[in-house]
């Protein structure tokens, strides 16, 4: 009985213990309450690198949107850079009225589909306000990305969106929608990148017939708003001199190490942080005050960029490297434009390929390689054939397109950069299959209206699907193989 009542007495006093030190110690139950690094912490250089590579690497797409915007603010009016790119202020956009340049280099992974648009916002200041025309039975989706590259909005054809007037507004905006506005657009940051994309077929005569709806697709200040849907002839737009490119061949170059220090912190400013990141945030300005407060710290800290830039950021241009398996040697993205956390996809997405749709309006399809696991190389001939029936299932259009090595065009005789919906020549087999060629040379008079000119080395394929069926979505359905011939 006795040894009863001490361990009776043993758990009352445990119990007691324990009680009294929840009640001393309380769990942090919000993110104010949970400590965060103290300043004046003592840091090794390696670890200011570890932390410096692994901001690098997440702020990329930030500090991209962020210098982009820059540039854009510098355009007096809605213009055309070295006559080939759409520009234009910021709060409003610019548009081309047929497909875009080759030779451009402002962005890589450009379609030849479409007409594309472009413009920033400024939402800071107001919101703006977008004009959605009738297209008819004309596929067409405008894509709004916030600063991280997240796409904000559903609007296009395969979300029946209604003609009419239409309002981005910024996370803190407040007020009620005006009359005459459709309906309005919440961003997460104040920056909105703009991409109106219309679809058009190669021929002359749809490039005449586009446009008068291309003539209506414009954003402009809420200010400037008057109920009566606006007009702009994009023929007529003022041509400006491209600025010299500098630095490596490819896409112009929107990030570099050597600014990355001043330039990141500006875009952590504009870009709040996603529900958990609090902590990541703090976790960087942690490192970038000690760096403010001692040139050793900064230098190691830009060491760790320029080494990110080179190991990390470099390889993103292959595209083993982004998303996951398609079947058939091919890679696809799984959540492009609407990345959240997913910052392995984002960045490697923002080096290769800025800007995607969100798969439910574009599936995108890449590869570098033939059938054999060898570099795709002009020098050589490849063949890619649907089978019959097998074209990619869409409601919207399909396309291949052909790369260069830093993912843009390389020009050519025939001018011709992609196939797919838009051409109305296709030679399809006997047997109804259709065969697509790739290289420098010609397969043959016979088959030149299925041949895409490559240079003469590496080159990478890309398939689109816009407003893809399921069964692209899915996985169901496989992109063929890509054979060398022999």
């Excluded at 981005?168 to 005006?178: A, C, N, R, S």
């Excluded at 398609?326 to 799984?334: E, I, L, R």
């Excluded at 033939?370 to 299932?393: A, C, E, H, I, M």
């Amino acid at each position: 009985m006795k040894t009863k009542n001490i361990l009776v007495v043993a758990l009352v006093g445990l119990l007691t213990f324990t009680t009294a030190q929840a009640q001393q110690v309380p769990i942090p139950t919000t993110a104010a309450e949970v400590p965060g690094p103290a300043s004046g912490n003592t840091m090794t250089k390696a670890y200011v690198q570890m932390v410096g590579r692994m901001a690098y690497h997440w702020g990329w797409p930030l500090v991209n949107s962020h210098n982009r915007r820059v540039a854009f603010s510098g355009a007096p009016e809605p213009c055309l850079v070295g006559g080939v790119l759409p520009f234009a202020p910021v709060g409003y956009n610019s548009m081309l009225t047929n497909y875009i340049s080759p030779d451009q280099t402002f962005i890589a992974c450009p379609n030849q589909d479409v007409a594309y648009g472009a413009g920033f916002t400024a939402l800071d200041k107001e919101p703006t306000v977008f004009q959605v025309p009738d297209f008819g039975d004309r596929f067409w989706v405008f894509a709004l990305y916030d600063q991280r590259t997240d796409e904000i909005a559903q609007i296009g054809k395969q979300y029946g969106t209604k003609p009419g007037f239409y309002m981005i507004v910024g996370p803190d905006w407040k007020g009620d929608l005006p009359a005459g506005i459709t309906a309005m657009v919440r961003s997460s940051t104040d920056l909105v990148f703009c991409i109106p994309r219309i679809f058009k077929d190669d021929t002359a005569e749809d490039t005449a017939a586009v446009q008068p709806v291309l003539s209506q697709v414009m954003f402009y200040p809420l200010s400037k708003f008057d109920g009566k849907m606006k007009t702009t002839d994009w023929s007529k737009l003022p041509k400006v001199p491209a600025p010299p490119q500098k630095g490596p061949k490819g896409e112009t170059s929107w990030v570099k190490p050597e600014t990355y220090f001043e330039e990141l912190p500006v875009s952590m400013k504009e870009v709040p942080p996603l529900p958990g990141e609090q902590a990541l945030y703090g976790w960087i300005n942690s490192v970038w005050e000690a760096a403010a407060k001692d040139p050793m710290t900064k230098q190691a800290l830009v060491e760790s960029f320029v080494a990110a830039d080179k190991e990390i950021i470099a390889p993103f241009i292959q595209w083993k490297y982004n998303g996951r398996s398609a079947g058939n040697g091919w890679n696809s993205p799984v959540n492009n434009a609407k990345w959240g956390t997913d910052y392995l996809n984002r960045t490697g997405t923002a080096r290769s390929n800025m800007f995607d749709n969100k798969p439910e309006e574009t599936k995108y399809i890449y590869r570098d390689y033939d059938s054999q696991g060898k570099q795709l190389d002009g020098r050589n001939s490849y063949t890619v054939t649907f089978p019959k029936g097998q074209t990619p299932p869409v409601k919207g259009f399909w396309s291949l397109t052909l790369y260069n090595e830093y993912h843009l065009f390389t020009l050519n005789p025939l001018g011709r950069y992609s196939l797919g919906t838009k051409n109305k020549n296709l030679q399809y087999n006997t047997d109804g299959s259709l065969t697509l060629y790739a290289g420098a040379k010609s397969p043959g008079k016979d088959k030149e209206s299925n041949w895409l000119p490559a240079p003469e080395g590496t080159f990478s394929l890309y398939i689109r699907c816009y407003w893809a069926e399921q069964a692209v979505l899915d996985g169901t359905w496989k992109p063929p193989q890509v054979e060398k011939v022999k």
